[in-house]
């Protein structure tokens, strides 16, 4: 199996293949580290600019359609998950991209590479499929070559960890072949804890001193969890970018906001005797792993979709959902120095699980491509920083207030049919009935509103995209639960006084744009739209207009029919 590295000793019989390619119009591969800038591209290209209210041509609409807006977010949604790599398997691809870049490091001068393997449960998918595109790079000729010459060029040194760090190949090897086994002996532990940075930062002080002096040190992860111990992150990071050694972790990307996705599925349900029996399989702390949030803090306000033409669910799965970015620690860790995350993007797939513990990602979870992910990438800060980027703005600080209150219930599959029956009085029990279930959620929703209410006057000090379109998609998602909940007990109580239709035996509500009970909820309405539509029009590509979109194809008002 070739790889990048593969491309350095090219045989002279292929010099006149290599050119025919040139003369086709054969591009080169570039490496690039995720979240930065593409480089410039070679050939011409036509970029498609994104239409916004200050570049929109005077011919044309100044806001355009809202559907056209949503008809693009989708084809690229959908043309992100068609992606299919058929170069091998995920994490092989991610390994090839690892080992390029040690190939040009080994063009520069001597090479000591240290892997870092996790030996965890939760990672024995991952670790199998990157071992191997591992061991395929030690095979591959031109490092049997450097084994065969002797020059001791590329060193390799293999542990393995969890909770305590374990050597393979202890002392750096250059024999190919021995290197090569070392990375075929790791086992699965029983442990559940993966101490990543306390490994990371013992191998920095064994074989730190080697960077620089005698040779570069490339430290290289293979893990999908964020580690038991991020927080030495604030610690490691410093020391990794003093030095310039690069961390290359081949992982998983980060949950949208979430530590991880099957927290809330945890939580639903009765805890059965087969599934408490079931969590006892998987080693403690291993069953969940901790797998994000992408920032230092989660960001995301968690409100369930609203359903669209109640009693058909036609919303995606809002668990699963990927950040694009990976977990912030390691992500952190790995641009301290130079290097970068490779997150682990299967083609297809389900939720599964190995000896009871579940793996992220499942294949089915939605995906955002931007071409611009860089401008969208977290604070990569410490807590410290952190906290104080949250009191230089209140729209930031409401936000990471909201996000604090974790999920909350909206109005969800209300009643909507009510018959009059054989009394007033049966009539008025329903529809009793019905404003309960709206009272209950509404302190929740208005709890949320409370919150980022506050923060509204420093919306438009925002400089940062990723801030601006979060507490937009925020702020016009809580907007549009509100109204949705209150103008739907306005509704039930305008019956309750006698306003609905009249000489009607059976009263349906319907979802509309209409808001014949409040002029207040109407304007609420429009602004939920104008901060939603936003976030649609000038993030394209991000899980901020995916979301967005699937909240304004609900109504947010309603109106009666009556029979």
């Given at each position: 199996?070739?790889?990048?590295?593969?491309?350095h000793?090219?045989?002279?019989?292929?010099?006149?293949?290599?050119?025919?390619?040139?003369?086709?119009?054969?591009k080169?591969?570039?490496?690039?580290?995720?979240?930065?800038?593409?480089?410039?591209?070679?050939?011409?290209?036509?970029?498609?600019?994104?239409?916004?209210?200050?570049?929109?041509?005077?011919?044309?609409?100044?806001?355009?359609?809202?559907?056209?807006?949503?008809?693009?977010?989708?084809?690229a949604?959908?043309?992100?998950?068609?992606?299919?790599?058929?170069?091998?398997?995920?994490?092989?691809?991610?390994?090839?991209?690892?080992?390029?870049?040690?190939?040009?490091?080994?063009?520069?001068?001597?090479?000591?590479?240290?892997?870092?393997?996790?030996?965890?449960?939760?990672?024995?998918?991952?670790?199998?499929?990157?071992?191997?595109?591992?061991?395929?790079?030690?095979?591959?000729?031109?490092?049997?070559?450097?084994?065969?010459?002797?020059?001791?060029?590329?060193?390799?040194?293999?542990?393995?960890?969890?909770?305590?760090?374990?050597?393979?190949?202890?002392?750096?090897?250059?024999?190919?072949?021995?290197?090569?086994?070392?990375?075929?002996?790791?086992?699965?532990?029983?442990?559940?804890?993966?101490?990543?940075?306390?490994?990371?930062?013992?191998?920095?002080?064994?074989?730190?001193?080697?960077?620089?002096?005698?040779?570069?040190?490339?430290?290289?992860?293979?893990?999908?969890?964020?580690g038991?111990?991020a927080?030495?992150?604030?610690?490691?990071?410093?020391?990794?970018?003093?030095?310039?050694?690069?961390?290359?972790?081949v992982?998983t990307?980060?949950?949208?906001?979430?530590?991880?996705?099957?927290?809330?599925?945890?939580?639903?349900?009765?805890?059965?005797?087969?599934?408490?029996?079931?969590?006892?399989?998987?080693?403690?702390?291993?069953?969940?792993?901790v797998?994000?949030?992408?920032?230092v803090?989660?960001?995301?306000?968690?409100?369930?979709?609203?359903?669209?033409?109640?009693?058909?669910?036609?919303?995606?799965?809002?668990e699963?959902?990927?950040?694009?970015?990976?977990?912030?620690?390691?992500?952190?860790?790995c641009?301290?120095?130079?290097?970068a995350?490779?997150?682990?993007?299967?083609?297809s797939?389900t939720v599964?699980?190995?000896g009871?513990?579940?793996?992220?990602?499942?294949?089915?979870?939605?995906?955002?491509?931007?071409?611009h992910?860089?401008?969208?990438?977290?604070?990569?800060?410490?807590?410290?920083?952190?906290?104080?980027?949250?009191?230089?703005?209140?729209?930031?600080?409401?936000?990471?207030?909201?996000?604090?209150?974790?999920?909350?219930?909206?109005l969800?599959?209300?009643?909507?049919?009510?018959?009059?029956?054989?009394?007033?009085?049966?009539?008025?029990?329903?529809?009793?009935?019905?404003?309960?279930?709206?009272?209950?959620?509404?302190?929740?929703?208005?709890?949320?509103?409370?919150t980022?209410?506050?923060?509204?006057?420093?919306?438009?000090k925002?400089t940062?995209?990723?801030?601006?379109?979060?507490?937009?998609?925020?702020?016009?998602?809580?907007?549009?639960?509100?109204?949705?909940?209150?103008?739907?007990?306005?509704?039930?109580?305008?019956?309750?006084?006698?306003?609905?239709?009249?000489?009607?035996?059976?009263?349906?509500?319907?979802q509309?744009?209409?808001?014949?009970?409040?002029?207040?909820?109407?304007?609420?309405?429009?602004?939920?739209?104008?901060?939603?539509?936003?976030?649609?029009?000038?993030?394209p590509?991000?899980?901020?207009?995916?979301?967005?979109?699937?909240?304004?194809?609900?109504?947010?008002?309603?109106?009666?029919?009556?029979t």
């Amino acid at each position: 199996m070739k790889t990048i590295a593969d491309l350095h000793f090219v045989p002279a019989k292929l010099l006149l293949l290599a050119a025919v390619c040139f003369i086709a119009g054969c591009k080169d591969t570039e490496f690039r580290v995720p979240g930065q800038e593409a480089p410039k591209p070679k050939t011409k290209v036509v970029v498609k600019k994104v239409l916004t209210e200050n570049n929109s041509p005077k011919s044309k609409k100044s806001k355009p359609e809202v559907k056209e807006e949503l008809d693009v977010i989708d084809k690229a949604y959908q043309a992100s998950r068609s992606t299919v790599i058929s170069t091998g398997s995920p994490e092989e691809v991610a390994v090839r991209k690892v080992t390029g870049e040690i190939g040009k490091s080994l063009e520069l001068g001597p090479v000591l590479v240290v892997w870092l393997l996790d030996r965890t449960a939760s990672n024995y998918k991952l670790l199998s499929g990157a071992t191997t595109g591992a061991k395929a790079w030690y095979e591959s000729q031109d490092v049997k070559q450097m084994t065969l010459e002797k020059n001791k060029k590329l060193q390799s040194v293999v542990a393995c960890f969890d909770e305590t760090l374990e050597y393979v190949l202890e002392e750096p090897e250059d024999d190919w072949q021995k290197v090569r086994d070392g990375l075929g002996k790791v086992t699965q532990s029983e442990s559940g804890k993966e101490m990543t940075f306390s490994t990371v930062k013992q191998v920095l002080d064994k074989f730190g001193p080697l960077h620089g002096a005698d040779r570069q040190l490339v430290i290289v992860i293979f893990t999908n969890e964020v580690g038991d111990d991020a927080k030495l992150v604030d610690e490691v990071a410093p020391l990794v970018q003093r030095k310039a050694i690069p961390i290359y972790v081949v992982g998983t990307a980060a949950p949208w906001g979430q530590p991880t996705p099957f927290e809330e599925q945890t939580r639903r349900g009765p805890r059965t005797e087969e599934k408490k029996a079931d969590e006892k399989v998987a080693p403690a702390g291993d069953a969940n792993p901790v797998l994000g949030p992408e920032s230092v803090f989660s960001e995301r306000v968690n409100l369930p979709l609203p359903v669209i033409g109640y009693g058909f669910r036609g919303k995606p799965t809002e668990e699963f959902i990927e950040s694009g970015f990976g977990p912030h620690a390691l992500e952190r860790l790995c641009r301290a120095g130079g290097g970068a995350f490779l997150p682990v993007r299967p083609t297809s797939g389900t939720v599964y699980g190995y000896g009871g513990t579940k793996f992220w990602p499942t294949g089915a979870e939605l995906r955002f491509e931007t071409p611009h992910l860089a401008k969208y990438a977290p604070d990569y800060v410490g807590e410290a920083e952190y906290q104080k980027l949250l009191s230089e703005n209140k729209a930031r600080g409401a936000l990471h207030e909201a996000a604090k209150i974790g999920k909350a219930e909206i109005l969800d599959n209300p009643d909507t049919q009510f018959q009059k029956g054989n009394s007033e009085a049966q009539l008025k029990r329903r529809l009793d009935e019905a404003q309960q279930a709206s009272a209950r959620v509404a302190p929740q929703i208005d709890r949320l509103y409370d919150t980022l209410v506050g923060g509204e006057g420093d919306r438009d000090k925002l400089t940062s995209p990723r801030w601006q379109a979060q507490f937009d998609y925020a702020f016009g998602r809580v907007l549009a639960a509100k109204v949705r909940n209150d103008s739907y007990n306005q509704m039930i109580a305008s019956l309750k006084a006698g306003k609905g239709p009249k000489d009607a035996t059976e009263y349906n509500l319907e979802q509309a744009d209409s808001f014949d009970t409040s002029s207040v909820l109407k304007k609420m309405a429009e602004k939920a739209k104008f901060y939603l539509e936003r976030v649609v029009k000038e993030h394209p590509g991000t899980p901020w207009a995916k979301m967005a979109a699937e909240d304004l194809k609900a109504p947010m008002g309603w109106k009666w029919q009556g029979t």
